[in-house]
């Protein structure tokens, strides 16, 4: 099936510092992929969703300013947390929809996830 | 809340059928979504039903959609230990996102 990876798994930052996340889709193209954050136990809150060339849509209540989407190429999309906080810590996921190949454009595939410490 | 209701936990005997229920508000969802997540881990897609089906299989899988009530269930037979995880049920909404249950842990036990 489609595959799709994010790098780092896992970082431990320092308060006000920023943070890059990749995310990619390994064998197929994304002209969309999405950001989620999931809380402890708790579902899947869509933060945005990323589309290659132009500028990411974001959900309601999330600061665009904070949470910077760039989606440069059909297989990578980066979120970088800006002026990180504790209350920035949690786990973050993204998602990638295909256009062709392995990837089915009806369903969304799923990165393994990064989990953001920030101190 | 979330428009998508699942219960919380469900806990199951090894070798026995488990079966997850959702219920969902939006009747225009296209496709609605099984996915498993694991410890630390992503989501893991099993599973998805077109919503002019009844019933999907796949192996163990088992996919139940009334649409009328607007409700899914996921049956696993023969559950293992391994599928021990969250099962989130998710609908897909216009513009291709997706809007997910709180999740079900699944604990199976021996």
């Known amino acids: 099936g489609a595959v799709v990876s994010q790098h780092p798994s896992r970082v431990i930052c320092k308060s006000g510092t920023s943070v890059k996340i990749e995310c990619r889709s390994l064998d197929f193209q994304a002209t969309t992929m999405f950001w989620y954050r999931q809380f402890p136990k708790k579902s899947l809150m869509l933060m945005a969703t990323?589309?290659?060339?132009?500028?990411?849509?974001?959900e309601q209540g999330v600061e665009k300013d904070k949470f910077l989407i760039n989606h440069a190429s059909l297989t990578l999309s980066t979120l970088t947390v800006t002026s990180a906080h504790p209350e920035d810590s949690s786990f973050y996921i993204c998602s990638a929809r295909g256009t062709s190949g392995k990837g089915s454009t009806d369903t969304q595939y799923f990165g393994p996830g990064t989990r953001l410490t920030v101190l | 809340g979330e428009d998508v209701e699942q219960s919380l936990f469900l806990s199951v005997r090894e070798g026995d059928s488990s079966v997850i229920n959702c219920t969902y508000t939006?009747?225009?969802?296209?496709?609605l979504y099984w996915y498993k997540q694991e410890p630390g881990a992503g989501l893991q897609l099993l599973t998805y039903?077109?919503?002019?089906?009844d019933m999907k299989q796949d192996q163990r899988l088992t996919v139940l959609l009334n649409k009328k009530d607007k409700h899914l269930s996921l049956r696993i037979a023969d559950t293992q230990t391994g599928d021990s995880a969250i099962y989130f049920c998710?609908?897909?909404?216009?513009?291709?996102?997706?809007?997910f249950g709180a999740g079900t842990t699944v604990t199976v036990r021996a």
């Open positions: 990323s589309n290659e060339g132009s500028k990411a849509t974001y």
């Open positions: 998710a609908e897909r909404l216009g513009d291709y996102k997706l809007s």
């Open positions: 039903i077109f919503s002019n089906m």
């Open positions: 939006d009747s225009s969802s296209t496709y």
